[in-house]
């Protein structure tokens, strides 16, 4: 947009929002209102998200991964395809990897961590109340009178959650008064089952054992059918998949996750990095093409360097029971040759014209929020000048060190006579 529109835009948001953003501006943090204002190469950005949601339009596998070295604005850059996910009626998990508390290597706690992150768009808050209140329409329509809530579960997602779903959205049964207090009857304990209900889905551990008596009692009727177990990897990026084309089932657009960090699995040992990679290689090249899914990755060049430096021919030697040793591979395969054709966004530093259109919008922003007439023409080219030598800083940072300058022009304005 132009200065005029710019301008305009600005002058329609409440005061404290743009406050917030500045202060948020000037601690180096990232702010929803700071990425929609100060945003640079947004088009190129646009393109390559929008390419993403054709191709699942079209329900072909979609991915997306934005490159760039420390400062280049990868962070910012995910935080700006979330707010145009929601916008497009996605629902959103924004996820740092890390190797201690988000190991990518580790799915159940990915999967942990996506449904703690899980946004939706407009006002919706929960996944639990989502998921019931659009049951409950959906069921209310004439024409699905003959059919359950099972009819909306993805086959793909495991039996565990599929039978956790399924109590979710039904009532308990009704059992008489007198009748609770027998034996039989102990593990009718209704207060806990929605607590119980949102922690399994979350991925928490929750005994099988107290799973099956919700069950019971909310009348799953299939419950029995599969064990209820689910520890292994591929179980949880099959529900993360299901999860997304549930969301479309229910009126999303579907599931948006961002990973940012993804360099963060190099951190780790041989065997951990294994298993991340082939976790990557599921997600890149489903073997059945998922609805809804939208996986976004944010990864510096070292680590598609360390990739194709990998040793994908070494082997571990293992014996079993007193056989003779064989030799493992700890690879799969050699990710770095089958990756060629994965979607790539790679981030370019911002030209000193980018730099000077965000100054200006900086010098707009600051001004709406404190209410004041910085003298442009004077203070512009300064910021310039000093920006200049600021190369090779993260551009966060250099955005913190212009809020300063800003404040600090804005007190002697302030405190200069009149």
Known sequence: MDDLDFQVFLDSLDNFRLRRAVERLREGLFDPLGVQLLTTGETKLNTAFDRGVEALDRETPSHLCICGAYGQGKSHSLNFIKQRALARNFVVSYVNLDPRQVPFHDFKSVYRALMAAMEFPQAETSFVRVWKTRVAQWLALPENHPKT????????????????????AQKNMTIPAQKRTLKKHARFKPREFSWILKNALMGKNIPAWRLRSIF??????????????????????????GLANLFQNIGFKGWLVLFDEGESILQTRITCRSKSYAALNEIFYPETSPRGFYPVFAFTHDFFTHLADEDYDRVRIKAVNGTAPISIPYFRKNYSKDWKNIHIHTLQDLSPTEWEVMTHKLIQIHASAYQWKPPVESIQPRMNRKLSGLSGIEARLKIKFLVNLLD???????????
């Open 149 to 168: 809530c099972t009819d909306l579960i993805p086959e793909e997602i495991p039996h565990r959650f599929k039978a956790i779903l399924t109590a979710m």
């Open 216 to 241: 019971y009692y909310r009348q799953v009727p299939f419950y029995k059918e599969k064990p209820l177990a689910c520890h292994e990897q591929g179980q949880y990026i099959a529900m993360v998949r």
């Open 408 to 418: 600090i022009e804005q007190q002697h304005q302030v405190l200069a006579p009149a």
